[in-house]
């Protein structure tokens, strides 16, 4: 059993997700990521003022946190095998 997980593993797991991007009061940004196995990982971005609200910054500052979320579940993952594998 390999004992990383690797950038690889985590951009499969991406590109086989599905996105839902929202937007709410004019200077909110909120991301969805449903992974393969129907897990949900959800992230938000705003601004303070609208007049400053891009959204296309908004969902790439989701999306690198959804990326970071992913590398932690998917370390947690692999150490809960890597301990029943003992």
Same mark, same amino acid.
């Given at each position: 059993?390999?004992?990383?997980?690797? !950038?690889?593993? &985590?951009?499969?797991?991406?590109?086989?997700?599905? =996105?839902? $991007?929202? %937007? #709410?009061?004019? !200077?909110?940004? &909120?991301?969805?990521?449903?992974?393969?196995?129907? =897990?949900? $990982?959800? %992230? #938000?971005?705003?601004?303070?003022?609208?007049?400053?609200?891009?959204?296309?910054?908004?969902?790439? $500052?989701?999306?690198?946190?959804?990326?970071?979320?992913?590398?932690?579940?998917?370390?947690?993952?692999?150490?809960?095998?890597?301990?029943?594998?003992?």
């Amino acid at each position: 059993m390999e004992n990383t997980i690797t !950038k690889d593993h &985590i951009e499969q797991i991406i590109n086989k997700s599905k =996105f839902r $991007i929202m %937007e #709410s009061f004019d !200077k909110v940004t &909120i991301v969805s990521m449903r992974l393969p196995n129907g =897990f949900v $990982i959800t %992230e #938000s971005s705003a601004c303070v003022d609208p007049l400053n609200y891009n959204k296309e910054i908004g969902v790439s $500052i989701c999306k690198k946190r959804i990326e970071d979320k992913l590398w932690e579940l998917e370390g947690y993952r692999l150490q809960c095998s890597l301990k029943e594998g003992e």
